[in-house]
């Protein structure tokens, strides 16, 4: 039942948030619901309610590491597209060694 | 340039790719829960910032556009790569925002709870939309 619930709520904030950055324009504007915390708000809400605060502050803290790493992340995948013209299916999926060695680096080096 | 919506962008998506992205997200949400259950809150919160997401929205741009210069009967591999480009450096700005949303949950959570998500959602907003607009500006500046 949780995990249900867990897959509804995060199915429905990404769709809400992919609708919105399919409309808005310009692309780069659109591009910032990439990164939206769609994921986030429906994983700490059910987190909040069966945890509670504190434990919602540590997931916090680690998803500001995520986070630094996903804005590197979109800097390499938009390298990979612009100057090896790669298809954005191999450039985003490539990428995400960048995005695993990074948050997980960091999250060892900062947090332990 | 100034930011509008475009209803009819809705059009070019199939129904079946907005299931796609519910899909995705779904299991990407209960993969956080269960690494979070399974290696502790410092490991899975890494992972509400994971972008599997993205990586489903520029592959879906690259495709419309490069659909839509076909059907004007030119080769659109080149159009398509520079709107995915587009996309993920729009992601990188709002990948900032998202940092500031985790710093906001970070801090206040523990006590304020709730309001801390609005709070947290608040400076999303403001620092990505700043952090676009200081962008654009130095773009522009540039050339």
Not at chain 1, 97 to 109: D, I
Not at chain 2, 96 to 101: N, P
Not at chain 2, 108 to 120: E, G, N, Q, T
Request: a positive charge; aromatic letters at 10%.
């Amino acid at each position: 039942m949780d995990y249900a619930l867990r897959f509804l709520a995060g199915g429905l904030m990404v769709t809400a948030f992919a609708i919105l950055g399919d409309v808005l324009r310009p692309k780069s504007f659109a591009g910032l619901f990439g990164a939206a915390p769609s994921v986030a708000v429906a994983t700490l809400s059910l987190a909040l309610f069966k945890q509670g605060g504190i434990y919602v502050s540590v997931e916090g803290r680690s998803m500001m590491i995520g986070a630094l790493a996903l804005a590197i992340y979109s800097v390499v995948v938009c390298q990979l597209l612009m100057r090896l013209r790669a298809s954005a299916i191999m450039a985003t999926v490539s990428a995400l060694a960048v995005w695993f060695a990074l948050s997980l680096g960091f999250k060892q080096l900062l947090i332990g | 340039m100034i930011v509008h919506a475009r209803i009819s962008a809705l059009n070019e998506s199939r129904w079946y790719e907005y299931g796609a992205r519910f899909a995705l997200g779904g299991m990407t949400t209960l993969i956080a829960g269960v690494i979070s259950d399974r290696f502790g809150p410092e490991t899975g919160g890494l992972f509400l910032a994971f972008p599997a997401i993205f990586c489903a929205s520029a592959t879906l741009i690259e495709t419309h556009e490069r659909k839509r210069k076909k059907e004007h009967g030119v080769d659109g591999y080149r159009r398509g790569t520079d709107a995915a480009a587009l996309d993920a450096s729009g992601a990188a700005l709002g990948g900032i925002g998202l940092a500031g949303f985790g710093l906001i949950v970070w801090l206040l959570a523990p006590d304020h709870s709730l309001m801390s998500f609005v709070i947290a959602s608040v400076t999303w907003v403001v620092i990505s939309i700043a952090s676009w607009r200081l962008h654009q500006k130095f773009r522009h500046s540039g050339k």
